[in-house]
């Protein structure tokens, strides 16, 4: 009987190691402890890469803790049910669904209980990408993180649900986010929409000027297939992300990104205008002018031009 038994945690220890693996490979490297002995994980685990961003689905199916220090990168651990407990360079966090608990890289982080029922959506952002995006967002250095961010506003929820999109997306088979173009252009919309949805508004400076404007419209005009982030923006007007926009719509009606479309939608249109339909595809020519999402842009075409853009290239 006493054999069985060590035959019996043996395999259970075995289980659990596989599973700290398993994870660690997708994630974070990291220590686990199961919270009760003989007990047996259920793991579901997944990850993906896109741009400088790793997205992963995590759920042990039991009770555990787990100790690590996020080597190099930021990590975002976003509770979609149960919850977890966390103590990380002094604050001691409790986050469930609607909240995530944000962990700074290189610098030890417990997370003294994740629950049986609990899974994570988790974001692993490069430190030195992250900072850059920080400073161009924000408009100003020395911005920091907080040690857990409200998801449940209309700007939490949605990026959220950007998040889960890009994530299912990312799993099809074939999926054009695959293509090292487009995953690079939207890990950065991915990365700038969070800083907004959880970063205080900016208050500080001073009045906007046209002349901020006008030097992001020259740079457009020059490349519009480039593939532009907001931040990117931002950074050539020399404001933050927020005043950009504030400026835009000000001075010119409409969202930097909605002024971009029109842009890349005019360019598209002469190319397919003047196009041999025998050799032109329509998809490679949207890629080339920086679309990356083929559905919406024959919807936005349509809207614009009153055509389908395989008409325009028929005619």
């Known amino acids: ?116 029922n609990c899974e994570i959506v988790g974001v692993k952002l490069d430190r030195d990408y992250l900072h850059r995006e920080l400073s161009r967002v924000a408009g100003r250095p020395g911005v920091q993180l907080p040690a857990q961010v409200d998801l449940s506003t209309p700007e939490g929820r949605s990026w959220l649900a950007l998040l889960e999109s890009v994530n299912t997306q990312l799993r099809g088979e074939g999926s054009l986010l695959q293509n090292p173009l487009v995953a690079d252009q939207l890990a950065g919309a991915v990365t700038t929409a969070f800083l907004l949805a959880v970063l205080p508004e900016d208050d500080s400076g001073g009045p906007i000027r046209p002349r901020i404007v006008k030097r992001v419209l020259d740079r457009i005009h ?68 920086g679309i990356t999402h083929t559905g919406r842009f024959a919807a936005a075409y349509r809207r614009r031009f009153g055509v389908a853009p395989s008409e325009t290239l028929r005619r």
């Open 222 to 289: 020059e490349d519009p297939a480039q593939p532009w982030t907001a931040a990117d923006m931002a950074e050539v007007a020399g404001v933050s992300v927020r005043r950009l926009q504030e400026a835009f719509r000000e001075y010119v009606g409409v969202a930097p990104r909605e002024y971009l479309l029109d842009v890349r939608l005019d360019r598209i249109h002469e190319e397919l205008a003047t196009g041999d339909p025998v050799v032109t595809s329509v998809t490679d020519v949207a890629l080339r002018w």
């Open 1 to 116: 009987m006493r054999d069985s038994a060590r035959d019996e945690s043996k395999r259970d220890d075995q289980d659990w190691e596989a599973a700290e693996h398993a994870v660690s490979d997708a994630y974070f490297p990291h220590v686990l402890r199961p919270a009760a002995a003989g007990s047996h994980p259920e793991l579901n685990v997944a990850s993906t890469q896109l741009g400088a961003l790793r997205l992963a689905r995590i759920g042990w199916g039991a009770e555990v803790s787990v100790v690590t220090q996020h080597p190099g990168a930021y990590a975002i651990n976003i509770p979609m049910r149960g919850h977890i407990e966390s103590i990380s360079g002094g604050h001691q966090v409790y986050s469930e669904p609607g909240k995530a608990s944000v962990f700074a890289p290189d610098t030890e982080a417990v997370i003294t209980r994740w629950t049986e």
